[in-house]
């Protein structure tokens, strides 16, 4: 999550005080993404030193003044960018997971059966915890929400089916031998004839 562009989107909608955007981000996006106070008022502070952001304070009778803040025009040039570019998910080529399992295939303490075993439990409890997330959101005043947890059950489904094939192929994974690599003589390399023998 960009802390930094979440906030600048927030006050495209109207100035507000940290406080304010503190309350508001879990609201809008309904996810869950932590974001402190404090890390709220120190991304503030990064923004008004890039000139993305400025503001007014707000005299308050029974408590301090308050920083209102509202975007720049740099800071809205900033949030257009950024809205208009897009965002890539990776396919995790090389994730700790394949990595574990190529290496298992190869000889470890644990067998590739484990590995998958292991990993599959795991896929089963975060789709369990997903679904049930779902079942609780409501289609229509969350659907955002809804959506996003639409996707994870997706990736997630895909994970399990994945895993499902090595299993079938478990036999042809098996006989994977990587190459070895190159062996290169130890030592200083010899000096050629020419080098060796002393000019007269």
């Known amino acids: 999550m960009s802390v930094k562009n979440t906030l600048l989107a927030l006050l495209f909608q109207h100035p507000m005080h940290g406080y304010e955007l503190s309350k508001q981000l879990p609201l809008v996006l309904n996810a869950e993404w932590d974001v402190k106070p404090g890390q709220v008022a120190s991304t503030l ?28 025009p ?4 900033e949030l ?39 990993q599959r439990r795991e896929l089963y409890r975060q789709l369990h915890d997903v679904t049930e997330l779902r079942r609780q959101a409501d289609p229509i005043t ?36 990587p190459p070895e690599p190159e062996v290169k003589a130890r030592g200083r390399p ?3 004839a020419e080098e060796a023998t002393p000019n007269d």
């Not at 990064?46 to 304070?57: C, G, Q």
């Not at 929400?145 to 098996?174: F, G, N, Q, T, Y």
Request: proline letters at 6%.
């Open 45 to 72: 502070a990064r923004l008004k030193e890039a000139n993305l952001v400025d503001y007014d304070v707000e005299p308050n009778d029974d408590a301090p003044d308050r920083k209102v803040y509202a975007l720049t």
């Open 74 to 77: 740099e800071g809205l040039e």
């Open 142 to 177: 969350q659907l955002p929400w809804v959506l996003l947890l639409e996707s994870a059950v997706m990736h997630l489904e895909a994970d399990l089916r994945w895993i499902e094939m090595c299993e079938a192929r478990l036999p042809d994974l098996k006989r994977y031998n």
């Open 80 to 118: 257009t960018v950024w809205y208009l570019t897009p965002e890539v998910r990776g396919y995790r080529l090389g994730d700790t997971f394949y990595i574990k399992l190529v290496l298992s295939l190869i000889g470890g303490p644990v067998s590739p059966e484990q590995v998958l075993i292991s």
């Open 190 to 192: 010899r000096r050629r």
